[in-house]
Nanobody, 118 residues
């Protein structure tokens, strides 16, 4: 059974930091490209960051470049999102996403809420 379980969300003040984690199980994690997306209330889903299966290449959405960092630990089957200099507009539910390199199967986590507010 495939599972992607996000954690690390919460309430943080503007300018603060959070680190999200996504623990994967039920598939070969090292064969998956991983991404983070978010959805804010009343808005479309937004691409945040992606990382290749071996972690050698990353890319980011324009709204988070220079503030967020995606990384992965294939030994722990976990992908991370370090979020710095958080802004109120970063408030959203953040989702982990896996895309298998072989077969093309795609999986979503259940999401974790991030709220940036004073």
């Amino acid at each position: 059974q495939v599972q992607l379980v996000e954690s690390g969300g919460g309430l943080v003040q503007p300018g603060g930091s959070l680190r999200l984690s996504c623990a994967a199980s039920g598939f070969t994690f090292s064969n998956a490209a991983m991404s983070w997306y978010r959805r804010a209330p009343g808005k479309e889903r937004e691409f945040i960051a992606a990382i290749t299966s071996a972690g050698g290449t990353t890319n980011y959405g324009d709204s988070v470049k220079g503030r967020f960092t995606i990384s992965r630990d294939n030994a722990k089957n976990t992908v991370y999102l370090q979020m710095n200099s958080l802004k109120p507009e970063d408030t959203a539910v953040y989702y982990c996403y896996a895309r298998m390199l072989v077969g093309g199967n795609r999986y979503w986590g259940q999401g974790t809420q991030v709220t940036v507010s004073s």
